[in-house]
């Protein structure tokens, strides 16, 4: 068995300073040392912390992804990935490359591979095995600490709880629809992303450098809709320079709140059962592609 091992630095690359984690010797190369019966091809495509992951850094990543698997030379393809923003690269690579004829596993570690609670080296294993089952698609391989290592589709997996660094997925996987885009899309178009909180003002965000925003709404699709700098008047002041306006967290087939009506009647383009972090991936994807959600 042949797999293309991408690195792109990260905790499971870092080791221990006197005084801080560090990336000065990338030590994600040593995770191949412990297989003898395959065939390991590493690259080293960058080496940053992923809360330095940029969007031209991530569509770099899909690039080198996309022409790997597209020839097909590699039974599939391990990234290995910083946790930070694991989530949001994922969701990247899976609506892009959700179509990919191998399998694609992005993985990371909680801790450097040097500590012993790290489980960095297990999760390298479970993307391994992932690869060995052959089943086509874009994942996530990761181990909470004191539970089992689980899979998860790319678009499924939400950004790791602060606390517990734990990731978990946004719907149960049985449910989940993945896509089935194979394609390399440059990504040019900057997406503002808004999140909603209480007494929230629409009026300090600044369209001028966006194309688009994405406003991930509460839970129960809602907003605040009163005053001036209500999501109903950012919308029509999006909307009167053409500015496209994303609205997320929606569940299709849910009645919704006579508010949510409000603002989803002025021209926002709505975005179903969507994590946040596919959410933005979506909107970006479609500003620099125009195609359909």
Not at 113 to 137: C, H, M, Q, T
Request: with cysteine.
């Amino acid at each position: 068995m042949k797999i293309l091992v991408i690195h792109t630095g990260g905790t499971i690359a870092s080791s221990y300073s006197p005084t801080s984690v560090t990336l000065k010797d990338n030590k994600a190369f040593s995770l191949a040392d412990d297989f003898t019966d395959i065939d390991f091809t590493q690259r080293l495509l960058m080496n940053v912390l992923s809360e330095n992951m940029e969007l031209s850094k991530i569509n770099e990543i899909c690039r080198a992804l996309y022409e790997a698997a597209s020839k097909r030379d590699h039974d599939g393809i391990i990234l290995t990935h910083g946790s930070d923003t694991l989530s949001y690269t994922a969701a990247f690579c899976e609506q892009m490359l959700g179509g990919t004829p191998v399998p694609i596993i992005l993985t990371a570690a909680d801790h450097p591979l040097e500590d012993p609670i790290s489980n960095g080296r297990d999760n390298f294993k479970a993307a391994v095995e992932i690869i060995k089952a052959g089943k086509p698609g874009v994942y996530v391989a990761w181990k909470n600490q004191k539970e089992p290592t689980f899979c998860c589709h790319g678009g499924n997996i939400c950004e790791a709880d602060p606390y517990s660094d734990s990731f978990s997925c946004f719907m149960p996987e049985e449910k989940y629809v993945p896509c089935d885009r194979f394609e390399f899309i440059p990504l040019e178009k900057q997406v503002l992303l808004i999140r909603c909180y209480p007494s929230i003002d629409f009026r300090c965000y600044e369209m001028k450098s966006f194309s688009a925003a994405v406003i991930y709404l509460y839970h129960s699709a809602t907003a605040p809709t009163e005053g001036e700098g209500s999501i109903c008047e950012f919308i029509k002041r999006c909307r009167k320079k053409s500015k496209n306006i994303y609205l997320a967290s929606i569940k299709k087939g849910v009645k919704i709140y006579e508010t949510a009506e409000n603002f989803l009647s002025l021209g926002g383009i709505s975005i179903y059962d969507s994590s946040v972090e596919t959410a933005y991936a979506k909107a970006v994807i479609r500003e620099n592609r125009l195609t359909k959600l």
